[in-house]
């Protein structure tokens, strides 16, 4: 088994190893979600749009060969290809993070109900990017990198429904490892373990759990936020997610094990016993893109992943963004004087950004910004495997006001302003990103992961007033200093958040 | 949050206070004929108190159908205060007015308990922008939207400013039009609280 791949699989799902698998499938969703952010956290997504028409007039008119171009309408057509596609690739992409986080949940219902709760920080630990999916066939790296076709390219990879074959990939060696060729397959054998073995029903456990009548809130999910939805060409809204796509599911027997992996798989990959698009490489190791017909790229009824046939599987989104971009690619370099069309949203991100690179090149800014950044990432799913071990109540109130709040202002605050920072590695300038390494917490008496966090929002606020003063502003308490204090071992301290007088 | 006198009700929106005087100006004759809000606040788990939350873009479908209802701090849905343009984002009513609703809302409260409410001084859509700027007296380009990282929609791409200033009116006017045109589908297809 290579280096940096996240778990050592056994050769075969059966009663005797299925904690182990059902671990590595919830490594396998978690995996997803820092590879997904990292893309969505490099798009600039809504930018200046009067700056961005400027600059390429100017491009236009400075160029040779475009004398015969109305140089104003084409610069206008090109602004709008740059900024719907750029805020349709964040929002596609956000949507699918979204239901990789519902995945992540639904699998961890699934463990939690048949063996034992699941270990997030183990598999934190474990994380390091780049990284593999143990057993996969073909193997290919996954990167935490900025948006390009290369990196929708992993994706696809990521999210495919058939087996694929990709020249460029490594065929998987270790015979230790139990072989598959899409996490679908994966998923398949899971669930014949479980209908041979786990029939149910099964003890009651502490889940996170759909919204019900006469039940204590459960207001834990949501497919769209303003995030999801992006504007088409005339500024109407469009919205990542339909309604009828996947929910939250209760796991009490095996029905509800094989439904909860069922939407999973559909989420994912869509609707595999119709015909739908399949991945395909050309001569260059680069998928085959769909054509794109009067700026729409067509797909077929098995790439939806809802009844009503609104919402894509990420597969398809993924193939969407994919195609388009290869489209928009080429039209871009037909005309004279223009850039590569993915540098005019897209930051230039180093792949795999480490925090040691951060802390040799010396900006202490920088350095304590991604130490947040990595603290609240380690911090949700300190948040989220709590909440397998409490009560409803406090399952909401660690929810509510910690998970949510970190995940809308606190993850994507630092996420949106580190990119404010440069630094220079072997001699190139990057945009600093999230590194999303997981967060050590000291586990000592007095020192807790929340006291630990709000030292690193006063140390940064104090690095950088520019930036950061508003951290320590009494009248953002309701940021930072609301989090609820979710201790190591699970323990939540009552009556959190406490808002500072 | 600013502009709060603690003697006065926290609201969420101009025609959603419910005593005399409690709009943002405080000159308010009637329930249901404040100016403005009277919290300000960002977004989702952010506001301080019950009946704070703004809604419309990050929550569930059955907060959304439920704007400022919040029952505790932390619990409002969006921020606030709630501008005409701000459409839901999940759920079946997606695309359609969130003050509308908020209003609808307010009004069947005080219609169950009996208590007069009188028209909201903005008019039925709700509060734009350029109206809290001059209310507010501040600067014609201070942005009110809240929560917004996927481009405003009073906007759109239009290259002349002016022109696109026009596209986005009519834009959300038709948004307005069609959200109060529904209101009826649209208290149907919300699901009845469950808590």
């Not at chain 1, 206008?76 to 964040?90: G, M, R, S």
């Not at chain 1, 990167?143 to 999210?159: D, G, H, M, R, V």
Request: glycine share 6%; with cysteine.
């Amino acid at each position: 088994m290579n280096p940096g791949k996240l778990f050592k699989m056994p050769t075969a799902v059966n009663p005797s190893n299925f904690e182990e698998v059902m671990q590595q499938a919830i490594a396998l969703e978690l995996a997803t979600i820092p590879t997904y952010l990292s893309t969505y956290y490099s798009i600039n997504r809504a930018q200046n749009q009067d700056t961005l028409y400027s600059k390429l007039q100017q491009q236009l008119g400075a160029a040779t060969g475009n004398a015969e171009l109305d140089i104003n309408s084409l610069a206008q057509e090109l602004k709008v290809d740059i900024l719907v596609y750029a805020n349709k690739a964040a929002a596609l992409i956000m949507s699918v993070a979204i239901e990789e986080m519902l995945h992540l949940a639904l699998a961890s219902n699934v463990k939690q109900a048949i063996v034992s709760p699941p270990d997030l920080l183990g598999i934190s630990k474990s994380l390091v990017f780049p990284t593999q999916l143990d057993g996969h066939e073909p193997e290919f790296p996954i990167n935490a990198a900025k948006l390009s076709l290369q990196q929708l390219s992993t994706f696809l990879q990521i999210e495919s429904p058939d087996p694929f074959v990709d020249p460029a990939d490594t065929p998987e060696t270790d015979n230790s490892v139990e072989k598959y060729k899409t996490i679908g397959q994966l998923y398949n054998a899971i669930i014949n373990c479980i209908q041979n073995n786990f029939p149910g029903p099964y003890a009651a456990s502490p889940q996170l759990l759909p919204p019900q009548k006469s039940a204590p809130p459960r207001p834990y999910y949501s497919q769209n936020s303003i995030n999801t939805v992006y504007y088409d060409r005339n500024h109407n809204p469009v919205f990542g997610s339909a309604d009828d796509s996947g929910e939250l599911i209760g796991v009490t027997d095996a029905a509800t094990a094989v439904a909860a992996i069922n939407e999973i798989q559909h989420q994912g990959e869509g609707n595999t016993s119709l015909d739908h698009d399949t991945l395909k490489f050309d001569a260059n190791n680069m998928p085959i893109p769909l054509p794109v017909v009067n700026g729409e790229v067509q797909f077929k009824a098995g790439d939806y992943d809802d009844g009503s046939k609104k919402e894509l599987s990420h597969f398809d989104k993924f193939l969407e963004m994919y195609s388009l971009g290869v489209y928009y690619q080429e039209k871009f370099a037909k005309i004279n004087g223009l850039d590569d069309f993915f540098s005019y949203f897209v930051y230039t991100q180093e792949s795999n950004p480490k925090q040691a690179d951060y802390d040799q090149y010396g900006t202490q800014a920088l350095s304590l910004c991604s130490q947040l950044g990595n603290a609240i990432f380690t911090y949700i799913l300190l948040m989220i495997e709590t909440c397998y071990y409490k009560d409803e109540a406090t399952q909401f109130d660690v929810f509510m006001y910690g998970i949510h709040k970190s995940m809308i202002w606190l993850l994507s605050g630092v996420g949106n302003t580190i990119n404010s920072y440069t630094y220079y590695k072997n001699f190139q300038a990057y945009t600093a990103a999230l590194t999303f390494e997981y967060f050590p917490f000291e586990n000592t008496p007095g020192k807790t992961p929340k006291q630990q966090i709000l030292s690193l929002v006063d140390q940064l606020a104090a690095a950088d007033p520019d930036n950061w003063s508003w951290l320590t502003d009494p009248k953002y308490a309701g940021y930072w200093p609301a989090l609820p204090d979710v201790r190591l071992d699970h323990t939540v301290i009552p009556d959190m958040p406490v808002i500072p007088a | 949050m600013e502009n709060i006198q603690i003697t006065k009700e926290l609201h969420v929106c101009m025609g959603l206070n419910t005593c005399k005087y409690q709009g943002y100006s405080g000159t308010n004759n009637c329930a249901g004929m404040g100016d403005c809000s009277t919290v300000n606040h960002p977004c989702h788990t952010l506001n301080e108190c019950r009946g704070q939350g703004g809604c419309g873009l990050f929550g569930t479908t059955e907060e959304f159908c439920f704007p400022s209802q919040n029952n505790c701090r932390y619990q409002g849905s969006c921020g606030a205060p709630i501008l005409n343009s701000r459409f839901i984002a999940q759920g079946p009513n997606k695309g359609l007015s969130v003050w509308q609703l908020a209003r609808k809302r307010f009004e069947e409260k005080r219609s169950a308990s009996n208590l007069p409410f009188g028209a909201p001084p903005a008019g039925p859509y709700g509060p734009s922008n350029e109206y809290i700027n001059q209310l507010k007296n501040q600067p014609a380009d201070t942005d009110n939207s809240s929560c917004g990282q996927s481009g405003s929609r009073s906007c759109s791409y239009i290259a002349d400013p002016a022109e696109r200033a026009k596209a986005a009116y009519a834009r959300v006017l038709t948004m307005e039009e069609k959200s109060a045109a529904e209101m009826n589908e649209t208290l149907k297809t919300c699901p009845p609280r469950v808590y």
